[in-house]
Protein backbone atom coordinates (compact mmCIF):
# COMPACT_ATOMS: atom_id res chain seq x y z
CA UNK A 1 0.00 0.00 0.00
CA UNK A 2 1.56 3.59 -1.32
CA UNK A 3 -0.26 6.96 0.29
CA UNK A 4 0.79 9.90 -1.56
CA UNK A 5 -0.83 13.24 0.68
CA UNK A 6 -0.15 16.53 -1.50
CA UNK A 7 -2.05 20.07 -1.23
CA UNK A 8 0.08 21.54 1.65
CA UNK A 9 1.82 24.71 1.25
CA UNK A 10 1.87 28.59 3.21
CA UNK A 11 -1.19 30.16 3.73
CA UNK A 12 -1.99 33.04 5.46
CA UNK A 13 -3.86 33.17 9.09
CA UNK A 14 -7.76 32.46 7.86
CA UNK A 15 -6.92 31.20 4.70
CA UNK A 16 -7.68 27.67 3.52
CA UNK A 17 -6.22 24.50 1.80
CA UNK A 18 -7.55 21.62 0.61
CA UNK A 19 -5.17 18.16 1.00
CA UNK A 20 -5.18 14.86 -1.12
CA UNK A 21 -3.86 11.68 -1.13
CA UNK A 22 -3.56 9.34 -3.21
CA UNK A 23 -3.66 5.85 -2.51
CA UNK A 24 -2.25 2.94 -4.76
CA UNK A 25 -5.28 0.08 -3.82
CA UNK A 26 -8.87 0.29 -3.93
CA UNK A 27 -9.42 2.26 -0.70
CA UNK A 28 -13.01 0.63 -0.27
CA UNK A 29 -10.82 -2.29 1.26
CA UNK A 30 -9.65 -0.52 4.48
CA UNK A 31 -11.41 -0.26 7.16
CA UNK A 32 -10.96 3.78 7.73
CA UNK A 33 -8.37 6.33 6.14
CA UNK A 34 -7.37 9.17 8.50
CA UNK A 35 -5.34 12.77 8.66
CA UNK A 36 -2.81 13.04 11.28
CA UNK A 37 -0.68 15.87 12.02
CA UNK A 38 2.55 16.62 14.00
CA UNK A 39 4.38 19.87 14.53
CA UNK A 40 7.74 19.85 15.59
CA UNK A 41 8.74 18.52 19.08
CA UNK A 42 5.45 16.90 18.69
CA UNK A 43 3.93 13.16 18.16
CA UNK A 44 1.55 12.40 15.60
CA UNK A 45 -1.97 14.38 16.36
CA UNK A 46 -5.16 12.53 14.73
CA UNK A 47 -6.77 15.25 13.11
CA UNK A 48 -10.00 13.37 10.89
CA UNK A 49 -11.07 9.79 10.10
CA UNK A 50 -13.42 7.91 8.22
CA UNK A 51 -14.37 5.12 7.95
CA UNK A 52 -15.38 2.70 5.44
CA UNK A 53 -18.91 3.18 5.30
CA UNK A 54 -18.30 7.25 5.10
CA UNK A 55 -18.82 8.32 8.86
CA UNK A 56 -16.71 11.54 9.71
CA UNK A 57 -15.09 12.06 13.01
CA UNK A 58 -12.66 14.76 13.68
CA UNK A 59 -10.46 16.51 16.77
CA UNK A 60 -12.22 18.78 18.82
CA UNK A 61 -9.28 21.66 17.59
CA UNK A 62 -11.27 20.96 13.90
CA UNK A 63 -14.22 21.05 14.20
CA UNK A 64 -16.34 23.19 12.28
CA UNK A 65 -13.47 24.37 10.07
CA UNK A 66 -11.94 20.87 8.30
CA UNK A 67 -13.96 18.25 6.31
CA UNK A 68 -12.88 14.94 5.42
CA UNK A 69 -14.31 12.96 2.45
CA UNK A 70 -13.52 10.53 0.01
CA UNK A 71 -13.52 9.13 -3.57
CA UNK A 72 -13.49 5.12 -3.64
CA UNK A 73 -13.15 5.66 -7.69
CA UNK A 74 -10.62 7.76 -7.83
CA UNK A 75 -8.85 6.02 -4.67
CA UNK A 76 -8.41 9.74 -2.99
CA UNK A 77 -8.99 10.74 0.02
CA UNK A 78 -9.19 14.45 1.23
CA UNK A 79 -8.82 17.11 3.73
CA UNK A 80 -10.37 20.90 3.39
CA UNK A 81 -8.77 23.05 5.50
CA UNK A 82 -10.77 26.21 6.28
CA UNK A 83 -10.20 29.26 8.30
CA UNK A 84 -6.56 27.98 9.41
CA UNK A 85 -5.02 29.32 12.19
CA UNK A 86 -0.73 29.34 13.00
CA UNK A 87 -1.15 26.64 15.33
CA UNK A 88 -2.18 24.03 12.76
CA UNK A 89 1.07 24.39 10.95
CA UNK A 90 2.40 21.12 10.64
CA UNK A 91 3.43 18.04 8.67
CA UNK A 92 0.05 16.52 7.77
CA UNK A 93 0.14 12.44 7.02
CA UNK A 94 -2.41 10.30 5.19
CA UNK A 95 -2.92 7.15 7.09
CA UNK A 96 -4.93 4.01 6.12
CA UNK A 97 -6.16 0.72 8.36
CA UNK A 98 -6.56 -2.92 6.89
CA UNK A 99 -6.31 -5.77 8.81
CA UNK A 100 -5.01 -4.92 12.21
CA UNK A 101 -2.52 -2.84 9.65
CA UNK A 102 -1.98 0.65 10.00
CA UNK A 103 -0.12 2.12 6.33
CA UNK A 104 1.23 5.77 6.30
CA UNK A 105 2.05 7.79 3.57
CA UNK A 106 4.73 11.13 3.33
CA UNK A 107 3.32 13.93 4.87
CA UNK A 108 2.83 17.29 3.23
CA UNK A 109 3.87 20.32 4.98
CA UNK A 110 1.28 22.88 5.68
CA UNK A 111 2.39 26.44 7.27
CA UNK A 112 -0.37 28.94 8.31
CA UNK A 113 1.73 32.64 8.65
CA UNK A 114 0.05 35.15 11.03
Known amino acids: VQLQASGGGLVQDGGSLRLSCAAS????????MAWYRQAPGTQHELVAI???????NYADFVKGRFSISRDNAKNMVYLQMNSLKPENTAVYYC?????????WGKGTQVTVSS
Open 95 to 103: LANRDLENY
Open 25 to 32: GGISSFNY
Open 50 to 56: ITRGGTA
